[in-house]
């Protein structure tokens, strides 16, 4: 049985997270002891874990619930898993091209910004009215 310190300091989840988790209902409520005090067992550590892991990858919470609840159910198939896998991957790489489209945006910005005794191209594109990703383009 473990308390909360030593279960946040093995799963590497903040105390105060824990206590989210299990008011939200992502990982089940631990026992308690007479005082009060929560216990934790192996199966509370390893959903905490889990569940870090999953927030680690970008999961949301939902997502890590359902997860969790399929990790920890009998049918641990694919059928359930993959399409959660696949809308968060879509997500992810969303993600991926709207970064790569800040970076070269920036890259540009800051490649036209040359002489540091004249104006600022950088300034003279934030404040031009037209699309951020398309000025100064050639």
Known sequence: ?????????????????????????????????????????????????FVKKCRDLGFTMHDAKVLLSLATGSGRNCGEVRPIAEAHLAIVAGKLAELTRLHEALARMVAECGDPASECPILNVLSAPDDLFHAGAS
């Open 1 to 49: 049985m473990y308390s909360i310190g030593e279960v946040s300091r093995r799963s590497g989840v903040n105390i105060e997270t824990i206590r989210y988790y299990e008011r939200e209902g992502i990982v089940p409520v631990p026992g308690r002891m007479a005082n009060g005090r929560r216990t934790y067992d192996d199966d509370g550590l390893a959903a905490l874990r």
